[in-house]
């Protein structure tokens, strides 16, 4: 990592600038650009968070806006309604007033003087899904976004739901998170005197994200709005897409090259849900910021960088590696292809009777499937962010748990780039039912390494739209295509195919317990296998990583250690508890004197022959302290289950120094529709 402190263009910050929006709400921004940008104006870049540009995100903009900025761009970094220190209520995740105002902030950003009317925006995550979203409402001055760790699809490919499953881990998990988010406060030395207004206002407009989530358990309109993919034609801006294979957002990258009409590349590299120049695990980093200087200048400037010579899709060729639950490093080949899909990539399918071995299928070639709930207990992070614990161990007691089909020990090195796709024919003994598939690279010592993995719910076998009970004893067809993957199984290594109808925590479970029966025979794995010579080829290659100089940050108090992640037995219930340490943070002090402080847990139960019996919760703790003036928040969300309903309950209590300032408890049953 080089970090970069001399830049062509000296750097000026206008900190705390209000964006008049056409309500009469002033979203907060900072803003860093050239010092001579009202005589030389520049094209302007879009940051747009509901993170708290003004401590959670503080770190993580000092390492990028004034590096944009010294190359001659104002780069912008703008709180969404309702957060850090903007005025207003958020109503719920990139909701339709979330994506109006930032195209009012867009029009604002084109028409200062220091801007040239042309505008890109990027961002990870939550700012990889709205700079989508917004070039997807063709605002006139966006003329390219960098989209990074985002998604296309927010019913098939987010924190909410996978195959049509409702997920256990992160649908509470990312709820209790954005509460804990929505009830923090403006910071009283940039709002001044109505921070505490604002702050109630906030807190009385609460509305836990979940029971929105959890009462569309189709794919209705509500998750159609916001998903690109429901008419790519709509996105005109050019658009670089980034991901990582650690990262759950990944397949989006493949779609969207394959789906938008106009100028799109895509990145795909090893890491996990981080910008590619930041360095957590797994590595190696590259020069991210180079790479999209090169693309802004291109689309906002007209000068010809040769980004637009690179391939269509630059991805790391995985290698294959023991399983860890980190990787410091991936090793692999940097592969181009020049389009996606690509001639350069072949199918090849295995029939799950003939070409795979399995010691659970009978002389019928059938196959039962009914494992203990806790399957999935290995599953590791849905949302790995470079912390020591992220990653899946080695899969044999999953695969002990589950029925699992093989290839013999390979022949030839096998190069899979792509989606896999699993086509079953299954029947159930229960009306409702869900499949699990991971696919996994056995070594010849007999250590399994998760490859990729994904889901049906039987109930949208025919649709994610709509729900549709199976006959019980009738065999249907179903699909799973799981989540991309470029990996090469070396020769001597086997290929497995595990099937499980539980996945916990990653999985809620139906509320009756079944066992499914699969027909081998009439059952195919598809692969996506890339052809060696495109490997041997290589020739893609990256600068080293470069950042501007970080921000000062102290660490505060240590907190308790505690593992990041616990698994919990109890013979005598057959309980199973997953505790984890989602390691965000922690305590730290901020340059200009906050001292903040953050503890979160999650807890996962189950036992494991009671579908009824899993429990998802999150717990948050927030203190913010500074100059005489301190508040505290706590709050804690859970989720269980019945037969019919999904039962939540979310809590928030936040104080004013020593005295409670706010305290409310939502309870809400949900009828189970069909996760």
Known sequence: MQIRTVFSHSVAVMEDVLIPLSDGTRLAATVWLPEDAIS???PALLEYLPYRRGDWTAPRDAQRHPWYAGHGYASVRVDIRGCGDSEGIMLDEYHPQEQADGVEVIEWLAAQP???????????????????????????????????????????????????????????????????????????????????TMWKERLEGLQPFAETWMDHQERDEYWRRGSVCEDYSRVKAAVMAVGGWADPYRSAVLRLLAGLDGPVQGLIGPWSHQYPDIARTPGPNIGFLQETLRWWDYWLKGIDTGIMDEPALRALHQDSARPATHYPVRTGTWVGLESWPSESVNTATFNLADDLRSTATNAAQLAVVATPQHTGIDAARWFPYGNLSDLPPDQRSE???????????????????????????????????????????VAPDGSSTLITRGAINLCKRNGMDHAEDVVPGEFVEAEIELR?????????????????????PWIWPHGEQGALTIDASGSELSLDVLDPAVIAAGGVSFEEAEQSAPLDIKPGPVLEPRPEREVRYEPATGSWILTVDPNFGGNRIYPDGLHYGEEAVEIYRIEEDDPLSASAESR???????EGWSVRIETSATVTATAEHYVLR?????????????????DKQIARTSA
């Open 399 to 441: 695969d002990g748990r589950s029925v699992v089909f093989e290839t013999p020990e390979l022949t030839e090195n096998l190069n899979i780039l792509g989606f896999p796709r699993l086509r079953l024919r299954v029947s159930s003994t229960a009306r409702r039912g869900n499949v699990f598939a991971r696919l996994c690279d």
């Open 484 to 504: 991309a993957i470029s990996w090469q199984l070396p020769a001597g290594h086997k290929l497995r195919l595990a099937l499980s109808n539980t996945y916990w």
């Open 620 to 626: 948050w703790k927030i203190s913010m302290e500074r």
């Open 650 to 666: 979310h809590s928030v209590t936040t104080y004013k120094g020593d005295e409670v300032f706010f305290e409310k408890t939502f």
């Open 40 to 42: 030389n104006p520049v």
């Open 114 to 196: 220091w801007c040239t009317g042309k505008v890109g925006m990027f961002g990870i995550s939550w700012g990889g899904f709205n700079s989508l979203q917004i070039a997807a409402e063709q605002p006139e001055a966006v003329k390219a976004i960098v989209t990074v760790c985002s998604t296309d699809d927010r019913y098939a490919d987010d924190v909410h739901y996978f195959g049509g499953a409702m997920l256990g881990i992160d649908m509470l998990s990312w709820a209790g998170t954005m509460l804990a988010f929505q009830c923090r406060p403006p910071a009283p030395w940039r709002v001044g005197d109505s921070w505490e």
